[in-house]
């Protein structure tokens, strides 16, 4: 356990900028119980999740808007979760690039599918950097401030290991429920 404690203090920061170009909610969550423990700092962490998640997302829109043809033979498989990001966009207005930060399986579909848009670059820029910096300062400080109990949290998955498949398949199952229930024709 120090051994992986010590490799994560020491290369836990490119291991955290790599994980949050596509999203990095476990890898900054990780870091922040690093900083409780001490072995990170913390607003170095934040900013490196803030900065990578900006670049992600920034990334996702440009090769959407300028790289369509490639694009679209990933995305043909998800056309229904791709029309839900548009409908969120048009309900909710730009705020959804804000929110999306925090609703797994629409982080990555809602920069694809503003990029087809029109929508402007700055604009998207503007909101995806606020969005980054809530999304970095939440994850983060509350991870931080909630290190002891994340940590006896895993101290009891690691002495009843059965509990972590079962409460993965309730949250994804959950997810993905959700997902298929918004993308259902009516």
Known sequence: MDDMLNNLSTYGYVVLFLYSLGGGLVALIGAGVLSFMGKMDLTLSITIAFIANFIGDGLLFYMARYHKREM???LSKHKRKLAFSHLLLKRRGSWIIV??????????????AIGLTKYDFWKFSLYNA?????????????????????IEGFKMVSDKPYLAPVTLIIVGGSVWFYLTQATKRK
């Open 72 to 74: 679209m033979e990933y």
């Open 99 to 112: 929110i999306k930060k925090f609703i797994y399986g629409l982080k990555t579909l809602i920069p694809l």
């Open 130 to 150: 606020i969005g980054a910096f809530i999304w970095a300062v939440v994850v983060g400080g509350g991870s931080y401030l909630f290190g002891g109990a994340i």
